[in-house]
């Protein structure tokens, strides 16, 4: 079984910055891809940006130049910097990660329970 833990989501003001933290954790063998959705009322799901085993990354066009994704292999830990915040970033933010975990033969997709980022003045 695979567990995410996610953290540092908030409130913040237009313009400013947060970073958010996603570990994991359990019987893991393997992690794949890494990566950051956000859900606001509604709205779909949508990927915000992704980061692979070989640190390829993806960001949707309207984070791109404003967040960063990075993750640290050794913590089994996805980060998301995100800069100059805008209104309309306000959502849920949700960790996913692709692994590979004792006893499940094929990869997974997992889920974190989501956080709550809010930008306004």
Not at 20 to 32: E, H, N, P, Q, R
Not at 52 to 69: A, E, H, L, P, Q
Request: aromatic content about 8%.
């Amino acid at each position: 079984q695979v567990q995410l833990v996610e953290s540092g989501g908030g409130l913040v003001q237009p313009g400013g910055s947060l970073r958010l933290s996603c570990a994991a954790s359990g019987t893991i063998l393997s992690i794949y891809a890494m990566g950051w959705f956000r859900q606001s009322p509604g709205k779909q799901r949508e990927m915000v940006a992704v980061i692979t085993n070989g640190d390829s990354t993806n960001y949707t066009d309207s984070v791109k130049g404003r967040f960063t994704i990075s993750r640290d292999n050794a913590k089994n830990t996805v980060y998301l910097q995100m800069n100059s915040l805008k209104p309309e970033d306000t959502a849920v933010y949700y960790c996913s990660v692709v692994a590979r975990s004792v006893g499940v033969g094929v990869p997974q997709v997992h889920w974190g329970q989501g956080t709550q980022v809010t930008v306004s003045s």
